[in-house]
């Protein structure tokens, strides 16, 4: 069982900062990668920000604004959010790549935490 719990999101202004954060819990081995999606209303779900061990990735439109950090000894990932636009208005999930121990053995998979709302207006 994996748990990610997410934090932060609501409402910003054009132009403001926000932090999300996601912590994940449970049965777990180890992380390949942990990262933040993102779908807006009538979207498909987008990643924004991916990290691994040895690669970092941000979708083309946050560039140079969102920063994506991870603490692998608390198994939490972290995205700063700086100079929003009402376009970066969506619902945004952590996301993480894990080996997990399960009742009859040990797993590789993806899992998705709940999703928390950026909204982004004056």
């Known amino acids: 069982q994996v748990d990610l719990a997410e934090s932060g999101g609501g409402l910003a202004q054009p132009g403001g900062s926000m932090t999300l954060s996601c912590v994940a819990s449970?049965?777990?081995?180890?992380?390949?990668?942990m990262g933040w999606y993102r779908q807006a209303p009538g979207k498909q779900r987008e990643s924004v920000a991916i990290?691994?061990?040895?690669?970092?990735t941000y979708a083309e439109s946050v560039k140079g604004r969102f920063t994506i950090s991870r603490d692998s000894a608390k198994n939490t990932v972290t995205l700063q959010m700086n100079s929003l636009r009402p376009e970066d208005t969506a619902v945004y999930y952590c996301?993480?790549?894990?080996?997990?121990?399960?009742?009859?053995?040990?797993?590789?998979?993806?899992?998705w935490g709940q999703g928390t709302q950026v909204t982004v207006s004056s």
């Open positions: 990290m691994t061990s040895t690669l970092t």
């Open positions: 996301n993480i790549e894990a080996k997990v121990r399960q009742y009859n053995g040990i797993k590789r998979g993806s899992y």
């Open positions: 449970g049965s777990i081995i180890n992380i390949n990668a």
